[in-house]
């Protein structure tokens, strides 16, 4: 039989191609990654940026005072000089909505890090050290449950006194039973890991496990409830101005804005329409970042 050779292909150097390892990427890298690749999503984003950015530079992007009174201009329609007219008092509606977009804005980001500066360490504790302590913690839960949470700020607001900054606080104590549960709810799975019965057999003290090992691995439903809860707490915000228990005149409040223009809905609907939208625009943004952060954040998802 004839010895036949073999070319020995990874003789020549030339033909030998290195091996490219490929960085894996971190879970929130990888979330941040489907998340850009959600049209939705991206469009939320620049929703919002554009509508803080119109609030940050509200000064800038009007001439008009959003107080000072105007008799002369008084029920003005939409025009070239008034973008969105002018109200009962003559003041420009555009400012008064580029303005009121600080406030309504701010009530939305301050509310939930009251929910969230009380909801999650409630959660955290109740879960993780179980016991008698967890169910008086969810007894708790189950009664600030037992009200619904516009009802829930009303009470706290009539405890408080109406004011905007007592808002913020209603607001975020009414949605604490939300994020505490949901909290609760992913330490209970996420303590049973393997990687926590590692840290307890290294000696690791409760401390370090709770907000090094189990912390970081909850903040994904922690985040989308959040983010949901901006525009939730927007809405319940106005809804308290309108009532005339959070932002009082003659502050350019959108909840405010609205309950002044209800009187003249047949005379000049741009007073309630453009607050109006611009809440619904706000939070409909806030909500599509939300369902993009739901997806991206998703395990089921990290495969696809």
């Known amino acids: 039989m004839n010895n036949v050779s073999i070319p020995n292909k990874t003789a020549n150097p030339e033909r030998v191609k290195p ?3 490929e960085r894996s990427r971190s879970l929130w890298s990888d979330s941040l990654y489907r998340l850009s690749r959600n049209p939705g999503s991206i469009i939320g984003v620049i929703i919002l940026l554009t509508l803080i950015l119109m609030a940050i530079s509200a000064p800038l992007i009007t001439h008009f005072n959003p107080i000072a009174i105007t008799p002369e201009d008084r029920l003005l329609p939409p025009s070239a000089v008034h973008l969105m007219g002018t109200d009962n ?6 400012t008064r909505v580029v303005f009121g977009g600080r406030i309504s804005l701010s009530v939305g980001i301050i509310s939930v890090f009251v929910a969230l500066l009380f909801g999650v360490p409630m959660g955290l504790i109740s879960g993780y050290y179980g016991g008698k302590l967890d169910s008086v913690i969810m007894r708790v839960v ?14 706290i607001i009539a405890i408080l006194g109406p004011s905007i900054f007592n808002v913020m606080i209603a607001v975020g104590i ?9 909290t609760r ?9 393997m990687f926590i019965y590692a840290a307890i057999l290294m000696g690791c003290k409760t401390r370090r496990i709770i907000l090094s090992h189990i912390l970081p691995n909850i903040l994904g439903p922690v985040v989308v409830i959040s983010t949901l809860g901006i525009g939730g707490a927007i809405i319940s915000g106005s809804a308290l101005s309108f009532l005339g228990l959070g932002a009082t005149a003659p502050t ?5 804005l609205l309950s002044d223009g209800r009187n003249y809905l047949a005379q000049a609907w741009w007073i309630t329409t453009f607050p109006g939208m611009a809440i619904m625009i706000t939070v409909l943004s806030i909500n599509l970042i939300g ?7 998703d395990p089921k998802m990290i495969n696809r």
């Open 19 to 21: 091996l490219k390892l």
């Open 89 to 94: 008092f003559g003041r420009d509606t555009f």
């Open 142 to 155: 189950d009664v600030m449950l037992a009200f619904p949470g516009i009802l829930l700020a009303l009470v």
């Open 174 to 182: 009414s949605a604490i039973p939300t994020y505490a549960r949901v």
């Open 185 to 193: 709810s992913s330490v209970l799975k996420t303590k049973e890991e």
């Open 252 to 256: 350019p409040e959108w909840g405010l």
């Open 291 to 297: 369902d993009g952060l739901r997806d991206a954040l």
